[in-house]
């Protein structure tokens, strides 16, 4: 059978199955593969995309306005000792507190517990 024959049924077939081709079977497009780029071309893609990376943040960096930080504050040495001091006396107090407490209400002897069957 030559080309013509083969087309002429191809196309009889679809049209008793509904296609609406009628015309000679297109070849599928295949697709080339990539380009690889060169070393020295790559490195001028970085550099251009870091330029424009850059100038669109420092075209954004007015409206966002940074706060400042406020400066650490440190403790002195005699600030410290003062806190230490204080801190000494509160639990003096407490531990006064809970001792004049104890003196005051005598515990009750221990009731021996019972004992039970083995």
């Keep these: 059978m030559h ?6 049924r191809i196309s009889e077939l679809r049209s008793v199955l509904g296609g609406e081709r009628t015309g ?18 790559r490195r001028k893609m970085a ?10 943040k ?13 400066k650490k504050r440190k403790l002195s040495a005699a600030g410290r000792k003062n806190i230490v001091e204080a801190t000494k006396r509160r639990w003096a107090a407490v531990k ?6 104890e003196a005051e209400t005598p515990t009750p002897a221990k009731k ?6 083995a």
């Design 112 to 117: 021996a517990g019972r004992k039970t069957a």
């Design 24 to 41: 000679a079977a297109e070849k599928s497009e295949v697709k080339k593969p990539r380009k690889k780029r060169s070393l020295a071309v």
């Design 3 to 8: 080309k013509s024959q083969i087309d002429a």
């Design 47 to 56: 550099a251009a995309q870091r330029a424009r990376f850059a100038k669109l």
């Design 58 to 70: 420092q075209a954004s960096e007015p409206a966002e306005a940074k706060v400042a930080k406020p």
């Design 96 to 101: 006064a507190a809970k001792a004049a407490k």
